[in-house]
T-cell receptor, first 112, second 114 residues
Framework: DAKTTQPTSMDCAEGRAANLPCNHSTISGNEYVYWYRQIHSQGPQYIIHGLKNNETNEMASLIITEDRKSSTLILPHATLRDTAVYYC?????????????FGTGTRLTIIP | KAGVTQTPRYLIKTRGQQVTLSCSPISGHRSVSWYQQTPGQGLQFLFEYFSETQRNKGNFPGRFSGRQFSNSRSEMNVSTLELGDSALYLCASNLQGENTGELFFGEGSRLTVL
């Protein structure tokens, strides 16, 4: 499974869009990009996933580059409650739950 | 729709004791996976259950065990607790055992072993 690279930390002003990048240059054609986040001492929360098209849901938007080697998670209007560690992972269709690992992620701090 | 529910949220035990943690998956989800999360080791897979059968097991000693009931609720047990078992234990469920990647996690049970 492809490895991902994310910045260690980022800050974003409250009310602004938070753009979190992720590199996955070795992604295979059938692997999806998933984003989760984990607020301190809580369980991880699924945010969004995509294959090659841009995706949007009530929480965020996911922009995947045409070559699929990188993606960006966008939180359109960040609030203080969005302060969390954000994890980008790549999973194939037959990826077992036993292989799930989160890495170090990006620690996003929303500044009032 | 209720999310994944884990109980208890916090507990403190002493070395040598045993502990049972409970997980109720999202209604309709038949697959339940358990993970241990620590600052040093990150997220580590314990086991996965589907339709009351253990489908996969991580690299943990036999002191760690689990089971799933006919209503998909799951429990995990840790016997003869050690200090190193202190961690956040996470339960996650997904739909019909398919590896869609959309795992839904509970809030976790934070275990402290003294």
């Amino acid at each position: 499974d492809a490895k991902t690279t994310q910045p260690t930390s980022m800050d974003c002003a409250e009310g602004r869009a938070a753009n979190l990048p992720c590199n996955h240059s070795t992604i295979s054609g059938n692997e999806y990009v998933y984003w989760y986040r984990q607020i301190h001492s809580q369980g991880p929360q699924y945010i969004i996933h995509g294959l090659k098209n841009n995706e949007t849901n009530e929480m965020a938007s996911l922009i995947i580059t045409e070559d699929r080697k990188s993606s960006t998670l966008i939180l359109p209007h960040a609030t203080l409650r969005d302060t969390a560690v954000y994890y980008c992972i790549v999973r194939g269709p037959n990826f077992g739950n036993e292989k799930l690992t989160f890495g170090t992620g990006t620690r996003l701090t929303i500044i009032p | 729709k209720a999310g994944v529910t884990q109980t208890p949220r916090y507990l403190i035990k002493t070395r040598g004791q045993q502990v049972t943690l409970s997980c109720s998956p999202i209604s309709g989800h038949r697959s339940v996976s358990w993970y241990q999360q620590t600052p040093g080791q990150g997220l580590q897979f314990l086991f996965e259950y589907f339709s009351e059968t253990q489908r996969n097991k991580g690299n943990f000693p036999g002191r760690f065990s689990g089971r799933q009931f006919s209503n998909s609720r799951s429990e995990m047990n840790v016997s003869t607790l050690e200090l190193g078992d202190s961690a956040l234990y996470l339960c996650a469920s997904n739909l019909q055992g398919e590896n869609t990647g959309e795992l839904f996690f509970g809030e976790g049970s934070r275990l402290t072993v003294l």
